[in-house]
Nanobody, 119 residues
C-alpha cells in the first residue's frame, strides 16, 4: 500500500520560512513524479510545484521564485521550501505522487498538512 506522510506544517509568522516534508512508502519512490498542491479555504486545490524523476522542477507562475521543491530519493522524501511566507500562503498543503503511466495506477495523495501564516 502506497502511503504519503506529510510533516512540517503549522503556524508561522508572516515573513518566516517553512519546509514541508513528504515521506513515501510502499512504492518505488524514484520512479514517481512528485507534486505539491495546496487548497486555501474557499478556493479550489491548485498545483504549486512539480519535480520529475530526473529532478526537473516546475512551479505555478504565481508562486515561482517563492517556493522550492526538492527530493531526496535515498530518503524517499520530497520537500517544499517556502521563504518569506505571507498570509496568502495559508492553506492545506497536499503531497501528490504520480506513478508511471504504464503501471496502470491512480495517483496517490497524502492527508494534507495545514499551514497557517499569521499577519
Amino acid at each position: 500500500q502506497v502511503q504519503l506522510v506529510e510533516s512540517g506544517g503549522g503556524l508561522v509568522q508572516a515573513g518566516g520560512s517553512l519546509r514541508l516534508s513528504c515521506a513515501a512508502s510502499g512504492t518505488i519512490f524514484r520512479l514517481m513524479v512528485m507534486k505539491w498542491y495546496r487548497q486555501a479555504q474557499g478556493r479550489q486545490r491548485e498545483l504549486v510545484a512539480t519535480i520529475t524523476i530526473g529532478g526537473t522542477t516546475t512551479y505555478t507562475d504565481s508562486v515561482k521564485g517563492r517556493f522550492t521543491i526538492s527530493r531526496d530519493n535515498a530518503k524517499n522524501t520530497v520537500y517544499l521550501q517556502r521563504n518569506s511566507l505571507n498570509p496568502e500562503d495559508t492553506a492545506v498543503y497536499y503531497c501528490h505522487a504520480q506513478p508511471p503511466p504504464t503501471w496502470g495506477q491512480s495517483d496517490y495523495w497524502g492527508q494534507g498538512t495545514q499551514v497557517t501564516v499569521s499577519s
